[in-house]
């Protein structure tokens, strides 16, 4: 797979060394048991992928590169580069600009943009009607977009299922980036229906099967669907795609629900001209991640740390697969390690950062199980290794394991 070049800031001696020990030992990437570090009375495992994905790494060379080959020009970014603060702050503090903020709400006024500004256009990718807009004030998108290549690949899923005359609905936050852009996409060639969760999977079958009067639909969808959306007509013909960053597992039960709707209500012998059989669109790394955190989960252990920015989708998912086990600490960054008795975690229940006490067990070995979002630097991994193993005496240890798997 291509390497990217990227600032030197995210890298780090300790992650290379033992991803490259672990790509040695398993080049297909099929084993999914941790890495264990044992540092005396400290043991961590580190799952078997997390961190930066090949759509983050691009994303973040364009970026860097836009900066220093445009010297004097005045760069934007559509929105947050990637949900990670760090990354983020690291391009304000090199004079990019953010039009709009992580929910689409407006920082800057696109009218304050002139021909010859350069506007990036961040990894989630963004809706047709923005691209129109920046380019009817000048501004040429297609050089500066750094949409990943496998939400586009979301995107062209879309416009086969269009082809053959299905509503695309797609499994997505609804306030997420990338489920706004698919849902543009996906909106701009058929009928198109953005769902959260089974809840609403559930909701949508009892209309599907007309259990369900048609007003309320428009109602309890509201904001959801395409323009012109007609329950009776665009509900006969589905398929499910979905926000490349949603858990798998969901994702599959989802479709295999409204599979099995669409069966009760058409028959199974005329299934194929009622749901289209689409493969799953979750990207290499989402899927890799969450089966890395599914393979760790097998370790014994008395807590779990999830790294990664508090606004990632894909992060959010591996918080929830850890804390169906174990007690799971959400940080983003090192510094949220106040002590060896008080932590500030980000609670995704209550959707703010609260402070937890004696989260650290008082027995030995303490055993945790660790990993990282997508958008995460792996120096933001080491940071939280390094900060830990200082709690147990152990530094020379960890930089004994980097000389040894160097």
Same mark, same amino acid.
């Given at each position: 797979?291509k390497?990217?070049?990227?600032?030197?800031t995210?890298?780090?001696?300790?992650?290379?060394?033992i991803?490259?020990?672990?790509?040695?030992?398993?080049r297909?990437?099929k084993?999914?048991?941790?890495?264990?570090?044992?540092?005396?009375e400290?043991r961590?495992?580190?799952?078997?992928?997390?961190g930066?994905?090949y759509?983050?790494?691009?994303?973040?060379?364009?970026?860097?590169?836009?900066?220093?080959?445009?010297? +004097?020009k005045?760069?934007f970014?559509?929105?947050?580069?990637?949900?990670?603060?760090?990354v983020?702050?690291?391009?304000?503090?090199?004079?990019?600009?953010f039009?709009?903020?992580?929910?689409?709400?407006?920082? !800057?006024?696109? +009218?304050?943009?002139?021909?010859?500004?350069?506007?990036?256009?961040?990894a989630f990718g963004?809706?047709?009607?923005?691209?129109?807009?920046?380019?009817?004030?000048?501004?040429?998108?297609?050089?500066?977009?750094?949409?990943?290549?496998f939400v586009?690949?979301?995107?062209?899923?879309?416009?086969?299922?269009?082809?053959?005359?299905?509503?695309?609905?797609?499994?997505?936050?609804? +306030?997420?980036?990338?489920?706004?852009?698919?849902?543009?996409?996906a909106?701009?060639? &058929?009928?198109?229906?953005?769902?959260?969760?089974?809840?609403e999977?559930?909701?949508?079958?009892?209309?599907?099967?007309?259990?369900?009067p048609?007003?309320p639909?428009?109602?309890?969808?509201?904001?959801?669907?395409?323009?012109?959306?007609?329950?009776?007509?665009?509900?006969?013909?589905?398929?499910?795609v979905?926000? &490349?960053?949603?858990?798998?597992?969901d994702?599959q039960a989802?479709?295999?629900?409204?599979?099995?709707?669409?069966?009760?209500?058409?028959?199974?012998?005329? !299934?194929?001209?009622?749901f289209?059989?689409?493969?799953?669109?979750?990207?290499?790394? &989402?899927?890799?991640?969450?089966?890395?955190?599914?393979g760790?989960?097998?370790?014994?252990?008395d807590?779990?740390?999830v790294v +990664?920015g508090?606004n990632s989708?894909?992060?959010?998912?591996?918080?929830?697969?850890?804390?169906?086990?174990?007690?799971?600490?959400? !940080?983003?960054?090192?510094e949220?390690?106040?002590?060896?008795?008080?932590?500030?975690?980000?609670?995704?229940h209550?959707?703010?950062?609260?402070?937890?006490?004696?989260?650290?067990?008082?027995?030995k070995?303490?055993?945790?199980?660790?990993?990282?979002?997508?958008?995460?630097?792996?120096?933001?991994v080491?940071?939280v290794?390094?900060k830990?193993?200082?709690?147990?005496?152990?530094?020379?240890?960890?930089?004994?394991l980097?000389?040894?798997?160097?």
């Open positions: 797979m390497t990217f070049d990227i600032p030197i995210y890298r780090s001696p300790l992650i290379s060394a991803k490259n020990k672990r790509g040695q030992e398993d297909m990437k084993d999914f048991t941790p890495a264990l570090l044992e540092l005396g400290l961590i495992y580190l799952a078997r992928h997390f930066f994905c759509g983050v790494e691009n994303a973040i060379e364009r970026s860097f590169r836009t900066i220093d080959e445009n010297p +004097g005045r760069i970014l559509l929105s947050e580069m990637i949900h990670n603060p760090r983020n702050a690291d391009l304000r503090s090199r004079g990019v600009q039009l709009q903020d992580t929910h689409g709400n407006q920082l !800057i006024p696109f +009218g304050n943009l002139h021909e010859g500004d350069i506007v990036i256009i961040p963004t809706t047709l009607e923005i691209e129109a807009k920046l380019r009817s004030y000048g501004v040429l998108t297609e050089r500066y977009n750094t949409t990943c290549p586009e690949k979301v995107w062209k899923r879309s416009a086969q299922i269009a082809g053959n005359e299905y509503t695309v609905i797609i499994h997505g936050k609804p +306030g997420h980036e990338e489920t706004r852009a698919t849902f543009s996409h909106a701009a060639h &058929t009928a198109a229906l953005v769902i959260e969760d089974m809840r999977a559930r909701v949508l079958a009892q209309y599907i099967k007309g259990a369900l048609a007003d639909f428009y109602f309890g969808f509201k904001g959801r669907f395409s323009v012109g959306f007609d329950m009776a007509k665009d509900l006969q013909r589905i398929g499910v979905n926000q &490349t960053t949603m858990l798998a597992s994702t989802i479709a295999d629900f409204l599979k099995q709707t669409m069966i009760e209500k058409y028959g199974n012998e005329a !299934i194929e001209d009622h289209a059989d689409t493969r799953d669109t979750l990207c290499y790394a &989402t899927l890799d991640n969450q089966s890395a955190v599914t760790m989960l097998d370790m014994p252990a807590l779990a740390i +990664g508090y989708s894909n992060t959010s998912h591996l918080v929830e697969l850890c804390e169906e086990k174990l007690p799971t600490w959400f !940080i983003n960054s090192e949220k390690i106040l002590s060896r008795t008080e932590i500030l975690h980000y609670d995704l209550k959707k703010r950062e609260e402070k937890g006490v004696d989260w650290l067990p008082q027995i070995p303490v055993r945790i199980l660790l990993t990282s979002g997508a958008s995460c630097p792996d120096s933001l080491e940071a290794i390094r830990l193993a200082g709690y147990y005496g152990a530094e020379n240890l960890l930089n004994e980097v000389k040894k798997w160097s």
